[in-house]
């Protein structure tokens, strides 16, 4: 058992907080990365939103973990809920900024909502063949690149972003799209900032899946902290 407190090292620079976050070199394959944020008793958000729960350590960190990343996975009920629009920054390297790909099966999505109107890059819209051809071509013309699958299991959603060369893949939830991920072993990595909160309430897990619960192995990779707020990497074992 060793101790991590009290800290010794000075403080991290851009830098040195990008080495620390930086994605496998040389990627052939999808790397999935987690990134969420829940209280110290567990719940992910604080009347219905995650915003709550937010620090500056943690924004620091979602902003790093957006320019690192070639692509921004999330579920339809996320995008809803936090009034998603596009990233801003360019992925590192690049001229542009990632693009937000989001699963629905229903295509069930505002195409008046700030991911259409307020990005520089088009969304991916992840969804299925049996959604409403109305709703799919509003999205369309909305300016959403609309991929119709027959399934929208982890390996069929990897294999489309794979096939358009994205593969620091970034999913930012919600939690049905993170035990989805969990289920079909798909998760290479977990940043889970911790916010020195006890919030009580029935807010939900940071992913939630089939009753048959999976199981996957991690170890510790980092721990950051900054003001008590604690900053978690963990890898797939």
């Keep these: 058992m060793q101790p991590l407190l009290p800290a010794t090292l ?28 829940a209280s110290t008793d567990g719940a992910v958000t ?15 960190v979602f902003v790093l973990l957006r320019e690192l990343a070639d692509v921004v996975l999330v579920g339809a009920g996320t995008v809803r809920t936090e009034d998603y629009g596009g990233a801003r920054k360019p992925t590192r390297g690049t001229d542009q900024p990632p693009p937000i790909a989001v699963v629905t099966g229903s295509a069930q999505l505002d195409p008046n909502s700030r991911l259409f109107t307020d990005t520089r ?14 709703r799919r071509e509003r999205l369309a013309a909305a300016g959403g690149d609309i991929v119709a699958m027959k399934h929208l299991t982890p390996d069929v959603i990897l294999a489309e972003l794979a096939r358009r060369g994205l593969y620091r893949v970034l999913c930012e939830g919600g939690p049905t799209l993170h035990g989805a991920l969990v289920a079909g072993d798909s998760v290479d990595e977990l940043c889970l900032t911790v916010a020195p909160l006890l919030t009580g309430g029935t807010a939900g897990r940071i992913a939630v899946g089939p009753a048959e619960a999976s199981t996957l192995k991690l170890e510790l990779a980092d721990v950051l902290h ?8 963990y890898r797939r074992k």
């Excluded at 830098?15 to 394959?29: H, I, K, N, S």
Aim: proline share 9%; hydrophobic share 40%.
């Design 226 to 233: 900054d003001n008590g707020v604690l900053l978690l990497r």
């Design 121 to 134: 890059v088009p969304p991916i819209i992840l969804t299925l063949e049996s959604a409403h051809r109305e």
């Design 10 to 37: 000075d403080p991290l620079d851009d830098g040195q907080l990008e080495a620390r976050y930086a994605y496998p070199a040389d990627l052939t394959a999808p790397y999935v990365r987690m990134n969420c944020v």
């Design 46 to 60: 604080i009347a219905g939103r995650s915003a709550g729960l937010g620090s500056p350590a943690d924004h620091r």
